[in-house]
């Protein structure tokens, strides 16, 4: 019996010390990481999150793109069941990018440089309201030039000048259009040439006669 207690008394203290030492470790380490716990949590409260950092690109994810209207549109795959006046139509509706051209004015109306200007300025600006950039500008008593920012309204531009009394055609590149019916302009300058050369010849003629009866 006293040899038991004299053989245990002295490793008590270092038991008690080893213990205190692995229980002060544990704890250190248990600090440190609940520590790292608290340093890393997110709160499930994202009511007052406010995410303003979004792109762009990531909205546009997944979504269909819609076609733009400045697409290209292909022509009917038949053209041979349409008529030329609907096949100018047609390559006049996919003609991109600017354009210009001239305005032929009805012959045999006299006219100034002045009214030709009136006309030009009366033509760009009712087209302006209807949202079509074009600018008229008069070249001699029966011609005004135009330029258009965009090609694919040379349909509405054609529309408008043939309705226009002053206009008797329209060029747009290398076609020319006209009213139906309208022959070329060129027939109506041999016309009203020969026209006038037949006045020209009656008042001659009545001249001659004149002077008959004179003499």
């Given at each position: 019996?006293?040899?038991?207690?004299?053989?245990?008394?002295?490793?008590?203290?270092?038991?008690?010390?080893?213990?205190?030492?692995?229980?002060?470790?544990?704890?250190?380490?248990?600090?440190?990481?609940?520590?790292?716990?608290?340093?890393?949590?997110?709160?499930?409260?994202?009511?007052?999150?406010?995410?303003?950092?979004?792109?762009?690109?990531?909205?546009?994810?997944?979504?269909?793109?819609?076609?733009?209207?400045?697409e290209f549109d292909p022509p009917p795959e038949d053209l041979s069941k349409m008529d030329l006046t609907e096949i100018q139509a047609?390559?006049?509706?996919?003609?991109?990018?600017?354009?210009?051209?001239?305005?032929?004015?009805?012959?045999?109306?006299?006219?100034?440089?002045?009214?030709?200007?009136?006309?030009?300025?009366?033509?760009?600006?009712?087209?302006?309201?209807?949202?079509?950039?074009?600018?008229?500008?008069?070249?001699?008593?029966?011609?005004?030039m135009f330029t258009m920012e965009r090609g694919q309204d040379t349909e509405e531009l054609k529309e408008f000048v043939l309705n226009?009394?002053?206009?008797?055609?329209?060029?747009?590149?290398?076609?020319?259009?006209?009213?139906?019916?309208?022959?070329?302009?060129?027939?109506?300058?041999?016309?009203?040439?020969?026209?006038?050369?037949?006045?020209?010849?009656?008042?001659?003629?009545?001249?001659?006669?004149?002077?008959?009866?004179?003499?």
């Open positions: 019996m006293n040899n038991h207690s004299t053989f245990s008394s002295p490793l008590l203290p270092s038991l008690l010390l080893l213990l205190t030492l692995i229980v002060a470790e544990n704890a250190a380490i248990l600090r440190f990481a609940e520590g790292g716990k608290a340093r890393i949590h997110i709160t499930d409260d994202l009511d007052d999150v406010v995410d303003d950092e979004e792109d762009d690109a990531w909205k546009e994810w997944g979504k269909k793109t819609k076609p733009s209207s400045a047609e390559m006049m509706k996919r003609h991109f990018g600017p354009a210009f051209g001239f305005v032929k004015l009805r012959l045999g109306v006299n006219r100034t440089p002045d009214m030709v200007a009136e006309i030009a300025m009366k033509w760009t600006k009712v087209l302006k309201t209807g949202s079509i950039e074009v600018k008229f500008m008069g070249v001699d008593v029966s011609t005004i226009q009394p002053e206009a008797y055609e329209i060029k747009i590149g290398d076609q020319v259009f006209r009213r139906p019916g309208d022959p070329p302009l060129e027939e109506v300058f041999e016309m009203l040439h020969s026209e006038k050369n037949k006045a020209h010849d009656t008042v001659i003629t009545e001249d001659d006669g004149d002077l008959q009866d004179e003499l």
